[in-house]
């Protein structure tokens, strides 16, 4: 028995390392696919390199004699509101670089400087109700990925890194919704920004290391180049190498190109330990506080230019701000993104499937066992390309989950140790196309018998500028589960100035689990379609755009049952000033049931399919003014009763410092089986002493678990995300003794003190 232990063992590890190997292999003689190759990269603009040995001091202000040596860059070319023409505002940009870093010096000018939208200041703040400058970098010049940076007139630093042109594996999306994003706003990069404002606008300056970046080895080269400007007071972008109004920055392929640039052929070692102390109460398991303090860290060993080795010892995320609660009202898993820094870094790279709906490989499933946290030992994280192919590595160990049982008081194991291993590597082809494998893996490291393997190929096939085709088909691997355990998808989309569209069809059959992913529906088959056209209104001062549309999404079990169906008829209306309303949305909708369904406690959906139709709003004012309102009205039939309700947020903003959100959620459900309601409040609040100092809160109650749950974050950033962090958590149950036990009362409370410190060498 221990033989045929061991067997499976490495069955289940030899796998990822097989593949891991075969697939740097099969890179090792590529042809390198540049921006070039992409028939919509033709006749972008330029722009030439300048080497300086005085180098400029970042202080926002752009009078340091090195600037004068650089060409000027302008003639912005506007997206939005008025596609192709000049943008209504001069912009000029410099660009110079030395041995250590790339400089980048823009002057914004404003003929209107009072009506400058400074935005919040806090790193990574959302920049679409803010005026900003931002820097698209495709240091690999091959049209799908790139770097990007930014800031606003108040002087925050944005980054993010760009990944198959912003498209998700099948479905879009921000990072922040998990693997499957294509824009990872929560890559954290060490570079500096400075700002200045006068009467005629306001001045940005970059420093952005060349150890920050990853780029082919050292030389003269060439990397794709973009840039872009918001003006908010008009809901006006602009790009210097023009982007048509269906795209945004993201869309790599249209970038210009940043020429005779002498790329140093660098190693760099980067080290952030931490400190951390702690003190935490659990009032339901009786004990007293307890009192901890632990140490770890993270490095980063860049192997050349092209390949970064990150390791992490005793992984610590009490800086990392808590879920929104969700209410949920349907009979499946919700969908809570990753938010933990190790795992979001090159994220991009391990992407593969359809964000929320079949994704391969899910980072939330290493650390968290519902909704707590399973400590992590250690781990590394192998990214970056291996001549035209990008490969990433990927192996964590995470340790026991233990706790107290309640009625013994012995300390019970709730979870097992596990090892998680990825291999992953994607081919960019020309015209935004690409081809993909990977290879997913846990294994209980105290049972051998217990693993799960996910493997799977992906593509992505560009036709034109307007035409993407995707793909992927994976299989898992795991003792005990019968069934074909094959899941795969395809769809299309079409995008032009006026029209929008797509088709995609899913399918996942019995036995499919990739544990290592998320999958909140088993066995079924998805079609989905839309079609969108878009109406500018060019000449009016008020009125922006309509855009009727029609969606038609169903899931089928394997039997040809319909699960759900959602059939959508709308018209979204946008004014100039960035306001919305949604015209009353009409759904007609569809939910099968085989089994009962218990929505609430005690209250039952019986078996059958309910056909229903409902109508929907959704609005929301200048977000961009100190006093806003968002929010949405839900009406209609629901199973086999009636739904009412929505939700309303108020925003608030004081100058670019304080800025907070108030958000009720509710909903009066009538069921022939009972009725009920829901209440989700939540409270935001954020005070910014400076970019890089903030206090910020989130305080939620959840009517459905009765828990009211405080989080109080304060940071002191340093650079690349680090610092010094205090954070306080409660959570406290407000009803009386109910059928799970819980009296009302404090459940638990904590406090954590963590400071880290990036120190960093290169070579």
């Known amino acids: 028995m221990a033989v045929h232990a061991c067997a499976r063992h490495a069955c289940a590890h030899g796998l990822v390392t097989i593949a891991a190997v075969g697939l740097l292999i099969a890179a090792s003689n590529p042809t390198p696919v540049t921006a070039q190759s992409a028939s919509s990269a033709v006749n972008r603009p330029t722009a030439q390199a300048v080497y300086t040995e005085a180098s400029p001091v970042i202080d926002g202000r752009l009078d340091d004699p090195a600037w004068e040596a650089a060409p000027i860059l302008s003639d912005f070319i506007q997206n939005v509101p008025l596609d192709g023409r000049p943008s209504t505002e001069h912009t000029e940009v410099r660009i110079l670089y030395d041995d250590e870093a790339l400089y980048i010096g823009a002057t914004l000018h404003d003929t209107n400087p009072a009506g400058i939208v400074p935005g919040e200041s806090r790193r990574d703040a959302d920049l679409t109700d803010a005026d900003a ?6 240091t690999y010049h091959d049209g799908q990925n790139g770097f990007v940076f930014g800031t606003t007139p108040a002087g925050i630093e944005y980054d993010g ?13 921000r990072m922040q919704r998990g693997s499957g994003g294509g824009f990872n706003i929560n890559w954290d990069g060490s570079w500096d920004v400075a700002v200045s404002r006068d009467e005629q606008g306001w001045y940005a300056e970059f420093r952005i290391p060349f150890s920050t970046l990853r780029y082919p080895a050292g030389g003269v080269q060439s990397w794709g180049l973009n840039f872009s400007r918001k003006i908010r007071r008009k809901n006006e972008e602009s790009f210097w190498a023009p982007i048509p109004r269906q795209f945004d920055l993201n869309r790599v392929s249209l970038a210009g190109t940043l020429q005779q640039i002498d790329a140093p052929a660098r190693r760099s070692l980067t080290v952030t330990p931490y400190v951390l102390g702690s003190g935490q109460r659990n009032f339901l398991a009786g004990t007293g506080t307890e009192f901890t303090a632990d140490v770890g860290g993270d490095a980063k060993f860049g192997l050349g230019p092209n390949l970064t080795l990150d390791l992490t010892v005793n992984t ?49 499933r ?132 006026s029209w929008t569209s797509n088709a995609s069809y899913r399918r996942v059959e019995e036995g499919f689990n990739p544990e290592v992913g998320f999958l909140p529906r088993t066995e079924y088959e998805f079609r989905s379609g839309m079609l969108m056209y878009r109406y500018r209104f060019e000449r009016n001062t008020w009125l922006r755009e309509l855009r009727p549309h029609v969606v038609y999404r169903e899931h089928l079990d394997l039997e040809g049952f319909s699960e759900s169906r959602w059939l959508h008829f709308d018209s979204h209306v946008e004014f100039e000033n960035g306001s919305f309303f949604q015209l009353p949305a009409v759904n007609f909708t569809r939910e099968g049931l085989k089994a009962p369904f218990e929505i609430s406690p005690g209250i039952i959906v019986p078996p059958g399919t309910y056909d229903n139709f409902d109508w929907g709003f959704v609005y929301n004012t200048d977000l961009s003014a100190p006093l806003s309102a968002e929010g949405q009205i839900d009406i209609g039939g629901f199973y086999d009763g009636f739904r009412k309700g929505g939700a309303t947020t108020v925003n608030g903003r004081i100058g670019d410092q304080f800025v907070a959100s108030l958000r009720a959620q509710y909903y009066d459900v009538s069921l022939e089986g009972g009725d009920f309601n829901t209440m989700l409040l939540s409270l935001r609040a954020a005070y910014s002493f400076t970019p890089r100092i903030y206090l910020q809160s989130l305080v939620q109650y959840n009517d459905q678990t009765r828990t009211l749950s405080s989080n109080i974050r304060f940071g002191w950033l340093n650079t690349a995300g680090t610092g010094l962090f205090i954070v306080y958590n409660d959570l406290e149950h407000t009803g009386h003794l109910d059928r799970t036990g819980v009296p009302r009362g404090p459940m638990e409370r904590n406090l954590v003190v963590k400071f880290t410190r990036q120190m960093m060498m290169g070579w």
Do not use: C
Request: net charge negative.
């Open 316 to 364: 610590d995320f009490a800086q990392v701000e808590v879920d929104d609660e969700q209410i949920n009202l349907s009979r499946f898993n919700l969908f809570f993104p990753e938010k933990r820094p190790f795992f979001l870094e090159n994220a991009g790279t391990f992407s593969a499937g359809t964000p929320q709906a079949v994704e391969l490989f899910f980072s939330r």
């Open 366 to 497: 290493i650390g968290i066992e519902e909704g707590r946290e399973v400590p992590i030992r250690g781990g590394g994280r192998l990214t970056g390309r291996v001549g035209g192919t990008t490969v990433g590595l990927l192996s964590v160990q995470s340790g026991e989950l233990v706790a107290d049982d309640p009625v013994s008081g012995q300390r019970m194991q709730e979870a097992p140790a596990n090892h998680f291993s990825v291999a992953r590597a994607l081919r960019e082809l020309p015209n935004r196309s690409q081809l993909g494998a990977i290879v997913v893996s846990r294994l209980n490291t105290g049972d051998t018998d217990d693993y799960n393997l996910t493997l799977g190929m992906d593509g992505r096939w560009g036709i034109g500028d307007a035409l993407t085709t995707s793909g992927y088909l994976a299989r898992t691997v795991t003792p005990g589960i019968e069934g074909g355990q094959v899941a795969g998808s395809v769809s299309a989309s079409v995008s032009t100035s």
């Open 161 to 173: 890194q760009v990944t198959r042109e912003g498209q998700g594996g099948g479905g879009g999306g």
């Open 133 to 138: 400058f931002l820097v698209l970098l495709d």
